[in-house]
């Protein structure tokens, strides 16, 4: 069981699920959240003094499909920098049953004590409900003698198998003021396609030389390089002497003697990508409904946010429900696009223009053969 942290508060809950990954609710971080920023805390007590240990993380995966407006798919997993403490939680696999309806479950958080209740050190709080409903992605949970609140959003919901606990599933979302139940993200519904795979991507001297890597230790050779343009995200680089000693698509560099990528480095800005995790910032964007996908940054209308010959424009990247709506794009891209829908638009215009002449030239030659038959001589009786 762990707290999330920024700065000197918490922010939500989470539980470990093995000895180096944490997994909690997508709607805790936004698009590009930096790890730098963030800290996990072990124990019963939070505290920010002298007596509090936090752990560093390196990477936040969010669920590519989490829909944050319906609390869809709202799970996300967390990657410490080095082994937990603590022993993880075991998880669900299996989907549960309908008989397991009205079952008692033991609710964990870091969250308040009520609505109004945040405050810079808290307890760990357990609390009992039972289960509602069960459904695709979720369970509802009705509170028997504590209820989720602010806090406790990524806490572990724990039902007992046999001997032990088991997470069946987090914390999601509730009533505003923390009564009437809460619901609950299903962990079975995630636990081939996502946690899985993020699993075994995390695992220990298994990455390939170029791949993305979180630490040395990630690494099957060399070790986990973070270029500076995008220092979020490492890749897996061996040393090297000379270019034949690195794999096809990589340089020898001669200040770091190891094999790099050109820029822009995988995950930097204009990198190519095809899912938000693939940036560094967490945002993959697309300036053409049907152009590559690069990433690129959040920028909320404003070219402020954008590095120099970047501009902020609206994200026509249609794959992921949750894509940034605005990001910085090349102007050079813009101007492409711009000079496509130029074109596009004196071609329609040159089509009505057309059409106009031929209805203009009709109308004419239907008004000067009215007037000719109105001019000839009409027939007299004798």
Known sequence: MIALVRRTTIFCSGALISPRVVVTAAHCFEEGSDPKTIQVVFGNMVTFDDR??????????????????????DIALVLLARDAPVAPFAFARAPPSQAMLDAEVRVVGFGANGFSGRTRERDKHSGTATIAAIEDHQIRFSAVSGNA???????????????????????SFGAANCNGGFHGTRLDAYANH????????????????????????????????????????????????????????????????ACLHPTPSPGAIGAACELPWDCGRGVCGRAEASGPSRCSLSCLGSDIACPENFACR????????????????????????????????????????GVLCIWMFRVRRAAATRRNESRRPTATMS
């Open 52 to 73: 509090a240990e936090p752990a560093s993380i390196v990477d936040i995966r969010l669920h590519p499909s989490f829909e944050r407006a319906t609390f869809g798919h």
């Open 149 to 171: 609140c602010i806090g406790d959003s990524g806490g572990p919901v724990l039902s007992r198998l046999g001997e032990t606990e088991t997470v069946i599933a987090i914390t």
């Open 194 to 257: 996502f946690i899985d795979s993020y699993f075994s991507e995390a695992s220990r001297h298994v990455v390939e030389p170029g791949a993305r890597c979180y630490a040395d230790d990630n690494c099957a050779l060399g070790r986990c390089f973070r270029p500076e343009d995008a220092p979020r995200r490492g890749y897996c680089a061996p040393s090297c002497r000379e270019e034949s000693e690195c794999p096809r698509g990589m340089r020898c560099d001669a200040r770091t003697g």
């Open 314 to 353: 609206p994200n026509l990247f249609a794959t992921a429900e949750t894509a940034t709506r605005n990001a910085c794009f090349r102007r050079s891209e813009i101007v492409h696009r711009a000079s496509r829908l130029t074109s596009g638009l004196s071609f329609a215009m040159a089509i009505l223009g």
